[in-house]
């Protein structure tokens, strides 16, 4: 991927080093960097990655390849935070060290559910996602225990209250003919904590079983668990763009 024309200095440290943003903001304000052999001290300071010369404690900084974006499939009963003290698998065990030091998540997916996360290296790209005012629709498949009548499934289309408040509309349909447990298709375009779950029950079908199917415009498609690939450039740019119309 190539980098823009130009773009923040903390960003560039970022890409060319093992420091986050705000290390690298820390840096800069500490004047441990120089652009062009000048110390830069001040924030907010935009380089061309392709004619400026920055250095970092005198180590001239380069960027990788460009920011990494990564779908994974997350299995069954496995934690998404890099470290779990009750010892419990997490999503980094079937990655690369590499991906380990560098990649984070964008948002979460609770222990028992399964399917699609995003992780990238860019951290304004994680922002701009994570941010709750862009409502990014997610896609879930969820296992459901009995038969939503057609009043509760409308119900979750208008908003249901959960003990933190009304949630939006969600878009549901049906993904099976009928069943003793149904198979529901759900999207929504919050964030909150097992929230799909508490949907569910609220209308007195717990979940079974739930996977996250989509993200945006970026779809699981048929990933195994513990599969991984990169973004195309045009699941980027959709996701990206989905948020700034927001």
Request: charged share 30%.
């Amino acid at each position: 991927m190539e980098l823009p024309r130009t773009m923040r200095l903390q960003r560039f440290i970022a890409l060319s080093s093992e420091l986050s943003r705000r290390a690298a903001e820390a840096a800069i304000a500490r004047g441990e960097v120089t652009v062009n052999g000048a110390v830069v001290a001040r924030q907010g300071v935009s380089i061309d990655p392709a004619r400026d010369r920055v250095e970092l404690n005198g180590r001239t900084m380069a960027p990788r390849q460009g920011p990494t974006y990564i779908a994974l499939f997350k299995p069954h009963n496995t934690m998404v935070t890099k470290s779990d003290p009750e010892g419990r698998p997490t999503i980094w065990d079937i990655l690369p060290q590499g991906h380990r030091a560098r990649l984070n998540s964008v948002g979460r997916l609770d222990y028992d559910s399964e399917g699609l996360i995003i992780l990238t290296d860019d951290g304004d790209f994680i922002n701009l996602l994570t941010h709750p005012r862009h409502e990014i629709w997610k896609t879930y498949s969820a296992r459901v225990k009995g038969e939503p009548s057609p009043e509760a499934l409308d119900s979750l289309r208008l908003g249901v209250r959960l003990d933190d408040g009304m949630t939006l509309p969600a878009r549901v349909s049906r993904a099976d003919k009928g069943g003793e447990n149904a198979l529901i298709e759900i999207s929504i375009r919050e964030g909150r904590n097992r929230q799909v779950r508490r949907m569910f029950d609220a209308i007195g079908c717990p979940v079974i079983r739930l996977r996250r199917t989509a993200i945006g415009p970026v779809k699981i498609g048929r990933l195994a668990p513990g599969r991984w690939r990169e973004l195309t450039d045009g699941e980027i740019d959709g996701l990206t763009g989905a948020a700034r119309r927001k």
